[in-house]
Every structure is written in C-alpha cells, then in structure tokens.
C-alpha cells in the first residue's frame, strides 16, 4: 500500500458536511468526532441490515442474526487484527486498501454514479456512526 | 453522472485506482447455472408442477386474454392462431430489433405494439396484471426453448448493457458483474448470489407474492446498490435486458419460473 498523507474533505454546498480527515499510510489515526464513540450503539449498527449492512457481506458475533454473508471475512478478531485508525480508514473508504474490493465507501459521497435521490450527497454511516462501529469492532480481539 | 468534482482527492490513490481496474472475470460458457439449477429441491418442484407453480394462475388468465377480442374485433389469437406453433422460442429471443421504431424492445412492449397497432386498444401498463398474463403465456410457449440473441442490430444495445453491468452504480458502489460473476454461489445474507441468467420470466417469486418482469427484478438489484431507478422500459433497462439473454445465449428457457 503506499503510504500517502492525504487529506480529503467531503464539503460540497448544500449537502451533508463531510469533515475532513488524514490518512497516515494505511490508517485514519485520529477519531472523526470529538466525543469517542459507543460500542453498544456500534454493535447495533453492524448486525442492522438496512443500516450498516455489513452483515449482508460479513459473518461475525452475532448469535441472533440467522442470515450472514460469507462473501467476506468473519468479523471475530477484527479488533485484533487492526488497530482503531486501520479500521477507521477500511470503513470510510475500503477502495484505498483494495481498489477492486467490493465493501462499500462508508463515509465518501465523491466518484459516485447515479446515487438514488434519497441518498445523493450523503455518506452511508456519519461520522457519529462510524465512530460508534470502530468502538465495537476494537472490542473484538479474539 | 458524478457530481461535481471534490476539492482535495487524493492523488496517489487516484492514480492507483486507475493502474489496477480488473476486469470482471466472465463466467465461462460451460460453468453456467441458471437461477432454476441453483434453487433448492421445493422451489423446483413448485415451479416444475403446473399445478403448484402459482404462476399457472397468470398463465390461464393470459390464454383468456389471448382470444379476447377488441373494439376492432380482433384478438391476438385471430392473426397469431395456435400459439404453441405461432409463439414457439419467441419470447427466447426478445429484447428484438424493432425496424419500424429501429430500436430494441422487449417482449412486453412487443405485445404492447399489437395492441396499440392491431387492436386499437390501450397499451397496458408496465406491470400491470394483464401485460404481465400475456407476457407469461407467450413465455411458456418457449419452455425448452434455447436463448436466442444473434441479430447484429441488437449489438449496440447488447454493449451497453454490458458497459452497465460492468460499472459500479449507486451508493453501495457495486457492479452487477462484482456480484453475479464474481461472487455468484456465496451468500448475501440469507441469499444465495445467482448468475442472473433470464431463463425463467416474468417469474413468480416468492418474495413478491406476484408476477413480475424482468425489469422489475433488475429494479430490486439496482435498488439495492441504492441506485438511482431507470423508468420502465428505458433504454438502459431494454439494453441490459439484451446483454443478460446476450450473455445466457443458448440455455433453455423455464418461464414462468419460480424463483426466491
């Protein structure tokens, strides 16, 4: 992967504010909110399939959740595997660890084609959101 | 249709995205599977008995519909006749070339022609009960039939369905190719990912509860990629339509299928 510092900034007139952020290498190393996020709220986000849709892909700790993909890794150990800003930049935009990867942008509205009205200019999960996902996924270690 | 173009994207790893583009890896002839061969032992056997394939119920509805006549006294069976002879592997080779609007149509607009044209009677809605009956009707007269798209009038049509289907649309940012060649097999969820083979419609599925187009079911996945709609019927819905039987040419038809 190269190691770029780049900063990318989602501000576009009239549409949800995307706050900018740095990628360091391969990793988002600083929080996109001020307050840390919650991983109980995280953990709703990721087993819901309208919102986080992760476990249309994903298998991971969800006992309760009977349909998950298998069109991705298990989520058991994510936590271990990588660090919070690791797993900060694979959820807001996975197409700069892997350009052909099928996991969606989660926090980017740009290079986009015909993005149904209701969805237009907005990033899949917010800032808020994306926080709360990385808190749960770093409490999975094993 | 991007938007407009952002302030600070990042160089480098837009240069990388352009190096590295793979092309989807085509499906190749002898590893197809329609949606019927994947389906499991119930589903089959549902759609295999005229008795318990619900979509019987349409299928009687358009042979009444077949010999109904119009204002002008004509009913598709007056010009058409015997359908198991007139309709035989018809529907296997449609979206066709329409040389008087000289552009490609699908069955249904097809069936909409004649009565506009032959019948002096209003088209009938897309989805509607009724084009839905017909369409199922004359499909089932192509059960065995092989998938026929050969016409080079059609290739323009058939390219730019595949364009569409290669390119990543909408907010999830998927192709049609990444799921239905790359990943047909796997699970989405509790789905299992099929090839997207058109064998089997209109199909009843099971989801629906109904009757429903080709179109609609390409609806349903571009829905999902939240993906801007096509309208019915637009060129972009007839063309991917064409590369879809363009890409299943050969297999047989099963309409009316019954499908998850």
Redesign the interface.
Known sequence: M?A?L???????AGADELR?YT?VGDAIPAPLTGAPGDPERGRAIVGN?QVG?C???HTGPFREE??????APDLTGAGARASAGQLRLRIVDA??LN??T?M??YYR?????????N????S?LSAEQIEDVIAFLVTLKD | MTEIAFAFRCVLSSVLIGTTLAAAGEIPMSERRSGYDMMSADTKAMQDDDTANPASLWVLEGETLWSTKTTNNKSCADCHGDTAQSMKGIAARYPAFDTKLNKPIDLGQRINLCRAEHQNATPFAPESRELLALTAFVARQSRGSPIVQDDPKMQPAIAAGRALFEQRLGQLNLSCAQCHDDNWGKQLAGSTIPQAHPTGYPIYRLEWQSLGSLQRRLRNCLFGQRTELYAFDAPEMIALEAFLMWRARGMPMDAPGVRP
Do not use: M, W, Y
């Not at chain 1, 780049?6 to 576009?12: D, F, H, K, P």
């Not at chain 1, 509205?109 to 009205?117: P, W, Y």
């Not at chain 1, 969805?119 to 907005?122: C, E, P």
């Open positions: 190269a770029a780049c900063t990318i900034g989602g501000a576009r900018p990628v399939r849709l476990l249309l892909c009977h349909f998950q993909g298998n069109l197409s700069r350009p052909d099928i969606p942008p509205v740009d290079g986009l084609e015909r993005v149904a009205a969805f237009r200019g907005k899949i």
